[in-house]
């Protein structure tokens, strides 16, 4: 199978990280970045702003977003995004490696987070990632001391499991714990890793060692989609990025998500989005 080049542009976790953590207080001037957050660019790695003034306006994905202070932000690893236009902006802005997320949380947060923008400043939860970010953030300055590393994961952990409950917490006990959920979660995570390689619903039952029934079954009961449905939508979102952001051939978009053949992966984009990928180009970027 052919690989092309990572033509968006990508950015890694800060050098000034500690623990694969990165705190920062963003004020006015946020043009002071270690790289241009006015262009379409993804990161490695998570971002979570809690937005404390001013407003912002984004595009993540293709969705423009606009986000008024208070409120929290939550960018995934791989998403395209860029600043458009802000007024005043004041932020605590935490970058954190994925390997400090375990595969049922991140499947939590993507589910609560599915519009990337949380906004109810006025709560509890609120005030309490305020005063962890504040605590994170004074373990990234101070002077180095012994277990700094492990109290800012410990911390990172406290936010995440608050982030975790933004919704969850008016949802019932059992129904957040039941099989069919963990399941869902084990089955997006595999999702977010392989979807350029496997293909087949089969893939991800084999790994999770259940039937493919049993595997739509719960995925369907959980998300209202098929498995098939959630393959396909994951390769969609991402041959939009490229067609967009990138001057890739559609040939090459079509290895770069592991098709051989690019008229299926035409043809298949086509039944999703009622246009060729051609078109899609022409019609959004051109």
Not at 72 to 98: C, E, K, M, R, T
Not at 221 to 227: D, F, K, L, P, R
Request: hydrophobic share 40%.
């Amino acid at each position: 199978m052919r690989k092309s080049k990572e033509p968006i542009l990508q950015f890694d976790l800060s050098a000034e990280a500690r623990s694969g953590i990165s705190v920062k207080y963003m004020q006015e001037d946020v043009t002071r970045h270690e790289h241009d957050i006015f262009v379409p660019h993804r990161d490695k790695h998570y971002l979570l702003a809690v937005v404390t003034g001013g407003h912002f306006k984004m595009i993540i994905d293709f969705k423009e977003i606009e986000i008024s202070a208070p409120a929290i932000l939550l960018i995934f690893p791989g998403q395209v995004h860029q600043v458009v236009a802000f007024d005043q902006p004041a932020a605590i802005s935490i970058n954190f490696d994925p390997s400090l997320v375990v595969a049922d949380m991140k499947s939590v947060l993507e589910h609560n987070f599915k519009t990337n923008v949380y906004l109810n400043g006025g709560d509890v939860l609120y005030r309490q990632l305020l005063i962890l970010g504040g605590l994170l953030h004074e373990t990234q300055t101070e002077p180095d001391r012994e277990y700094a590393g492990y109290t800012g994961q410990a911390i990172l952990q406290s936010i995440l499991g608050i982030l975790a409950g933004i919704k969850n917490e008016t949802e019932p006990v059992a129904e957040r714990d039941n099989r069919a959920a963990v399941i869902t979660g084990e089955f997006q995570a595999l999702l977010h890793q392989h979807y350029k390689l496997w293909k087949r619903p089969a893939d991800y039952a084999a790994s999770l060692s259940i039937s493919v029934s049993h595997l739509n079954d719960v995925v369907k009961q959980t998300s209202g989609e098929t498995v098939s449905s959630q393959i396909q939508q994951r390769n969609i979102l991402e041959a939009k990025r490229l067609l967009y952001f990138s001057s890739l051939t559609v040939r090459q978009i079509s290895f770069e998500l592991g098709y051989d053949d690019n008229i299926y992966f035409s043809k298949m984009f086509k039944k999703a989005t009622n246009m060729t990928p051609v078109h899609f180009r022409r019609q959004y970027r051109d």
